[in-house]
């Protein structure tokens, strides 16, 4: 891709780049609040004139590290985490004035109260339902953020201020969504892993507006190489869509082994892909329309979570997906869980192949998880007439 894609080539040192800028903005005084999920009501951040950041939890490095204080059979992305938080190796975490937490699986709940522990914490209590009692409220929630970002930075967030937050970030989420589009095309124009590195790295952006034109650019480079018949796959290359637990570049194993084993990943519907382009929709209350975002994702911590159920069999159809691979890290029992129901909904509606993957960071299931992929392939190459 980065013989052909000028910006992806851009994208993919924004990490480095960005964590430069980070120390440079934080020289001039400008305040930095580091998120670690997609309910973290950004617009919030942003309306407040600080800089959100998305913080590390995707390698296996710190692991170690953090298993001295946390339980091995914990989830990889929490150990990863607070890893890094520990050994102070994310950068992003490193220049954080504030952490912005919320109250989504147990296990995260008890890490943030050790993480209170290095930096300052907010946590908010994120309901478990989405109903208009949960949305009254997550709204006082908002407000509650609110005060504290106010108190922390000695700031006045103004409705003004709010409204052109709103603005930044749903074009932000437009930018991301038309990105993704693109890849509805058949062949795929870009790699499930290079998508992946280029939204993993997005999230690091320290300037949202600069962000929001390099994703642009990349859409039209890469509609520009469908139009000329450029991909680096065929219109017979399976089609997977990945659904259920964050991955990044770190984690990216499966992701990975797909597309070596003849596969492409054609649309990511977790938490960094599909389920962030939701946008802010218009209202007479803002604050409640940016409640309601939030609490529409379809994340496994809601119950019940029918909107998941509904979003996969829309992108199935969409991004005509041949199979769906449902990743999940050991030790995340709602999607786990969960995992079941998504399965037996996608056989009762879509009637496309189904895999769940029970895996964490390390390397060690690589050789058995090629042989369960290398079959799931073949089970669609024989459901499509014998075609690879």
Same mark, same amino acid.
């Given at each position: 891709?980065?013989?052909?894609? /000028?910006?992806?080539?851009?994208?993919?040192?924004?990490?480095?780049?960005?964590? @430069?800028?980070? #120390?440079?903005?934080?020289?001039?005084?400008?305040?930095?609040?580091?998120?670690?999920?997609?309910?973290?009501?950004?617009?919030?951040?942003?309306?407040?004139?600080?800089?959100?950041?998305?913080?590390?939890?995707?390698? !296996? =490095?710190?692991?170690? /590290?953090?298993?001295?204080?946390? $339980?091995? +059979?914990?989830?990889?992305?929490?150990?990863?985490?607070?890893?890094?938080?520990?050994?102070?190796?994310?950068?992003?975490?490193?220049?954080?004035?504030?952490?912005?937490?919320?109250? &989504?699986?147990?296990?995260?709940?008890?890490?943030?109260?050790?993480?209170?522990?290095?930096?300052?914490?907010?946590?908010?209590?994120? $309901?478990?339902?989405?109903?208009? /009692?949960?949305?009254?409220?997550?709204?006082?929630?908002?407000?509650?953020?609110?005060?504290?970002?106010?108190?922390?930075?000695?700031?006045?967030? &103004? $409705?003004?201020?709010? /409204?052109?937050?709103?603005?930044?970030?749903?074009?932000?989420?437009?930018?991301?969504? !038309?990105?993704?589009?693109? *890849?509805?095309?058949?062949?795929? $124009?870009?790699?499930?892993?290079?998508?992946?590195?280029?939204?993993?790295?997005?999230?690091? =952006?320290?300037?949202?507006?600069?962000?929001?034109? *390099?994703?642009?650019?990349?859409?039209? %480079?890469?509609?520009?190489?469908?139009?000329?018949?450029? +991909?680096?796959?065929?219109?017979?290359?399976?089609?997977?869509?990945?659904?259920?637990?964050?991955?990044?570049?770190?984690?990216?194993?499966?992701?990975?082994?797909? %597309?070596?084993?003849?596969? +492409?990943?054609?649309?990511?519907?977790?938490?960094?892909?599909?389920? #962030?382009?939701?946008?802010?929709?218009?209202?007479?209350?803002?604050?409640?329309?940016?409640? %309601?975002?939030?609490?529409?994702?379809?994340?496994?911590?809601?119950?019940?979570? =029918?909107?998941?159920?509904?979003?996969?069999?829309?992108?199935?159809?969409?991004?005509?997906?041949?199979?769906?691979?449902?990743?999940?890290?050991?030790?995340?029992?709602?999607?786990?869980?969960?995992?079941?129901?998504?399965?037996?909904? *996608?056989?009762?509606?879509?009637?496309?192949?189904?895999?769940? @993957?029970? =895996?964490?960071?390390?390397?060690?299931?690589?050789?058995?998880?090629?042989?369960? @992929?290398?079959?799931?392939?073949?089970?669609?190459?024989?459901?499509?007439?014998?075609?690879?």
């Amino acid at each position: 891709m980065r013989d052909v894609c /000028a910006a992806f080539d851009e994208i993919a040192g924004l990490r480095e780049k960005n964590a @430069i800028a980070l #120390k440079v903005a934080k020289d001039r005084g400008r305040k930095v609040v580091g998120t670690y999920c997609l309910f973290s009501p950004v617009e919030l951040i942003v309306a407040a004139g600080a800089i959100p950041v998305s913080l590390c939890g995707t390698s !296996a =490095t710190p692991i170690p /590290a953090a298993e001295k204080v946390l $339980p091995r +059979s914990l989830c990889p992305l929490i150990k990863s985490s607070y890893g890094f938080a520990l050994t102070d190796t994310c950068p992003f975490f490193h220049f954080s004035d504030l952490l912005l937490a919320e109250t &989504t699986c147990d296990g995260k709940k008890k890490m943030y109260e050790l993480l209170a522990q290095m930096k300052p914490l907010h946590l908010m209590q994120l $309901p478990q339902v989405q109903d208009e /009692a949960a949305l009254d409220y997550w709204v006082l929630e908002l407000k509650r953020l609110i005060t504290r970002l106010e108190e922390s930075f000695g700031v006045r967030i &103004t $409705p003004e201020k709010l /409204a052109g937050a709103v603005l930044l970030l749903n074009e932000e989420r437009r930018s991301l969504k !038309a990105l993704q589009d693109v *890849l509805k095309r058949r062949p795929a $124009p870009i790699s499930g892993i290079d998508l992946l590195t280029v939204l993993h790295n997005r999230g690091f =952006t320290v300037d949202k507006r600069e962000a929001i034109e *390099l994703i642009d650019r990349l859409t039209t %480079e890469l509609t520009e190489l469908s139009d000329q018949g450029v +991909s680096p796959f065929s219109d017979r290359t399976p089609r997977i869509l990945l659904t259920g637990v964050p991955v990044g570049i770190g984690s990216e194993k499966v992701v990975r082994l797909v %597309e070596e084993l003849g596969g +492409s990943v054609a649309c990511f519907e977790s938490c960094g892909g599909y389920k #962030k382009v939701d946008p802010v929709l218009p209202g007479n209350d803002l604050l409640r329309s940016i409640a %309601e975002k939030y609490l529409r994702v379809p994340c496994s911590c809601m119950s019940p979570n =029918t909107g998941r159920l509904q979003l996969l069999e829309k992108l199935v159809r969409e991004f005509d997906a041949d199979g769906v691979i449902d990743l999940t890290w050991q030790g995340c029992h709602t999607y786990n869980v969960e995992s079941f129901s998504v399965k037996r909904h *996608l056989q009762e509606t879509v009637q496309v192949p189904f895999l769940q @993957i029970e =895996t964490d960071y390390s390397e060690s299931d690589t050789e058995q998880l090629k042989v369960r @992929i290398e079959a799931f392939l073949e089970v669609i190459g024989t459901r499509r007439g014998g075609r690879p």
